[in-house]
C-alpha cells in the first residue's frame, strides 16, 4: 500500500459488517448498519497544534459519518481526520 495520509488523517479499514437475521429473515447487504469501528493503518505527521495519538494498529471507534470512502486494491477503506475517532479501543 502506497498512501500516506497528511497532516492529521487518519486512513482506517473499517471492521466487516456483522450477519444479522431476525427470524429467518436475511438482511440485505444494502440495508446492513455501516461499522463504526475499525483498525488503524496509517497516519499522518500531525499539525503544529495538535500531536498524534493514534498509531497504526489500533482498534477505533468513530463517528457515524466520519471520513470519505475511497478504494484502495479492491479494499475499501475511510480516511478521516483524527478529531473524528471518538475512542481507541
Do not use: F, H
Not at 440495508?31 to 482498534?59: F, Q, R, S, W, Y
Amino acid at each position: 500500500m502506497n498512501i500516506k495520509p497528511l497532516a492529521d488523517r487518519v486512513l482506517v479499514k473499517p471492521a466487516a459488517a456483522e450477519e444479522v437475521t431476525l427470524g429467518g429473515i436475511i438482511i440485505p447487504d444494502s440495508a446492513k448498519e455501516k461499522p463504526l469501528k475499525g483498525e488503524v493503518l496509517a497516519i499522518g505527521n500531525g499539525t503544529k497544534d495538535e500531536a498524534m495519538v493514534v498509531k497504526p494498529g489500533d482498534k477505533v471507534l468513530y463517528g457515524k459519518y466520519a471520513g470519505t470512502e475511497i478504494e484502495l486494491d479492491g479494499e475499501t477503506l475511510l480516511i478521516m481526520r483524527q478529531s473524528d475517532i471518538l475512542a481507541v479501543i
